[in-house]
């Protein structure tokens, strides 16, 4: 069993000890003429100087992200908390992934009023409105999650596509509306065999 907190500080570690100076994103038209898409170019250099790393989960993704033989960068709609006991446990946001993507399609009264939004963006092929709310755990710790629709460039992942539904990103949800993957360079070791292996 993969030991996440232990992976995360490793990549931590791992990209403080070399940081990246500058992020060149790779171009897509599509994604830079997408007013939300393209915020990623100009917040990218922000957040991999001042962005937290942390996890991100998947709610929905393109599946062409997911094959070999259709190499095309895309967009998903992911959820992250910068709180640090969500990233020692990220199941937490598997859950709420999957608790997101299970409304989808539901009438809109049986939606939580405060989650309404965000099936509407998960359902919608054009909104890419970002969200933000809170949830707390048994013991009644909060943290504040948060939606977005993103680009999913295949370049930063081994393999060159998804694997998992959870990796590593830079992320500063007070400053940023997007976030940006980790590139794979930083992975530690431990998480990446869980990648190629596909126990994420």
């Given at each position: 069993?993969?030991?996440f ?16 100076k ?12 997408d ?80 989650l ?20 707390s ?64």
């Amino acid at each position: 069993m993969i030991d996440f907190g232990k992976e995360l500080d490793e990549m931590r570690e791992n990209y403080l000890r070399k940081p990246m100076k500058k992020l060149n994103l790779p171009r897509e038209t599509w994604a830079e003429n997408d007013k939300i898409f393209k915020m990623m170019y100009i917040e990218c250099d922000y957040l991999i100087h001042s962005g937290t790393i942390c996890y991100a989960h998947i709610v929905q993704a393109n599946t062409v992200l997911f094959s070999l033989w259709l190499p095309s960068n895309s967009a998903a709609n992911l959820i992250y908390s910068t709180e640090e006991w969500v990233n020692r446990d990220p199941s937490v946001l598997g859950n709420v992934a999957h608790d997101l993507f299970s409304f989808k399609g539901k009438r809109f009264e049986e939606i939580p009023p405060n989650l309404r939004g965000i099936v509407s963006a998960i359902t919608s092929e054009y909104d890419r409105s970002p969200y933000s709310f809170q949830i707390s755990d048994q013991n009644g710790r909060p943290a504040i999650m948060n939606f977005n629709a993103n680009v999913i460039f295949r370049e930063y992942f081994p393999g060159f596509r998804l694997k998992g539904s959870i990796f590593p990103v830079f992320a500063a949800p007070d400053k940023c509306i997007s976030v940006v993957v980790l590139p794979k360079k930083y992975w530690s070791k431990g998480f990446t065999d869980a990648w190629n292996n596909k126990q994420l």
